[in-house]
């Protein structure tokens, strides 16, 4: 029974890491519409990682290839009841880096309006496209499209019909909380990286009042910062909050294997070493993250393990060294918050859609960290008290350790 429930739990922990390494999200892409008098702009935005996807290479402005252009244009689709608008060449504009801006025109006949996505589902089924749409009349309205729904009728007023009609189409005009809160389910669930983190926090959780001091810790973090990265508070640079997700893993799981070895020299010295090394890189200009970021992770790292020493050396005070975990999930917590906030950031939603969007995308990521951990935990449990249980903890920390530092390490220096 312990073996079965071993080879589960393992094959739990196998099934949160083994997923796309390249991006700790669902494939996503983001696009503006501004539409009046039969004619329309739409502004695409989508990843440069998104587009290696397909056949036609990365986008540098001014330069658009012209198959991914026919193909922009065929997938993204406004249409005026049954017929297509037709569409000018799109151009390539200048974006951040690591994304790919592209716009262009249409012309549309009368007739109810509709967007319609069929981006990159062809080789990423699960892909997610968000429309945000400003009409004639100003108004801005958002829809997320996806495989299982392609289409959004626009507001009446977006296609300039009847006001009888926009009283029967007002509920076309943007997503609900519950539609959110869905989004932010599937976030967590294919947000391999949050999930491997938090496994990585619970491996050695003795209790369940540990799980839920480090699942408070991380809760309160991350919607900290998601609120504020959401709301254009604090706006940092993506590539450098996907980074620091991965090293967050690497570090959490790192820790595992010094208490489980017995509080090891070995390891703090070489994460130490690892971060200086990258920050004498960073100081000439390689990789996403700042220099002064990494010294001070270097830094925080070298106490933090002298801490754990101090701690674990004096059975008064043991207990805190477990409690510890709540500072890192909390400190580590508000990294994942911005990293969660990239989806509803990127969207740019006015400021009354921006509440219900935020609360029903954060509700639908604690339902499925919850769901996640509900699963789990169990398994967790049975597996620790096995006989196989420390090698296969020593196993799982060094698989997650390894997925830390290929994230990071892909992310920083892409």
Do not use: K
């Not at 980074?243 to 489980?260: D, K, M, Q, T, Y």
């Amino acid at each position: 029974m312990n073996l079965r429930a071993a080879r589960c739990a393992a094959i739990c922990a196998l099934l949160l890491a083994g997923a796309d390494s390249q991006a700790h999200t669902r494939s996503v892409s983001y696009s503006s519409w501004e539409i009046g008098e039969g004619r329309a702009r739409v502004q695409l935005r989508i990843a440069q990682l998104e587009l290696t996807r397909l056949p036609w290479g990365p986008v540098s402005p001014p330069q658009l290839p012209p198959r991914l252009a026919d193909y922009l244009v065929e997938s993204l689709q406004l249409r005026a009841g049954a017929a297509r608008c037709t569409a000018a060449a799109p151009r390539a504009l200048s974006a951040p880096r690591g994304r790919a801006a592209i716009e262009w025109r249409l012309q549309c006949p009368a007739g109810a309006l509709s967007i319609e996505s069929a981006l990159l589902l062809d080789v990423a089924p699960g892909h997610l496209h968000f429309a945000r749409l400003r009409g004639p009349d100003g108004a801005v309205s958002e829809r997320v499209l996806s495989n299982a729904a392609r289409r959004w009728t626009l507001p009446a007023a977006a296609a300039g019909t009847s006001a009888a009609a926009s009283t029967a189409d007002s509920a076309t005009g943007g997503s609900s909380i519950a539609r959110y809160g869905w989004l932010g389910v599937q976030h967590i669930v294919t947000g391999y990286d949050h999930l491997v983190f938090l496994l990585g926090l619970l491996l050695l959780a003795a209790s369940l009042r540990e799980v839920a001091v480090v699942v408070t810790g991380f809760t309160l973090a991350h919607s900290i910062t998601l609120g504020l990265a959401a709301s254009g508070r604090l706006a940092p640079d993506a590539a450098a909050v996907e980074s620091l997700i991965g090293f967050s893993i690497a570090l959490v799981a790192a820790e595992n294997s010094w208490r489980l070895s017995g509080g090891a020299r070995a390891v703090p010295a070489a994460v130490v070493a690892a971060l200086l090394a990258a920050a004498a890189l960073a100081a000439f200009g390689v990789g996403a993250v700042s220099a002064l970021t990494l010294a001070g992770l270097a830094l925080f790292c070298g106490c933090y393990f002298a801490l754990l020493r101090r701690l674990q050396s004096a059975v008064a005070l043991r207990p805190w060294a477990g409690r510890l975990r709540f500072a890192i999930a909390f400190g580590f917590g508000l990294v994942h918050g911005f990293g969660f906030a990239g989806v509803l950031a990127e969207i740019a939603l006015p400021p009354e859609r921006l509440l219900p969007a935020l609360l029903g995308f954060n509700l639908g990521v604690e339902l499925g960290q919850l769901a996640a951990l509900a699963l789990c935990w169990p398994l967790l449990r049975i597996l620790t008290r096995s006989g196989a249980g420390r090698p296969l903890l020593e196993a799982g920390s060094a698989l997650i350790c390894a997925l830390g530092v290929f994230w990071m390490l892909s992310r920083a220096y892409a």
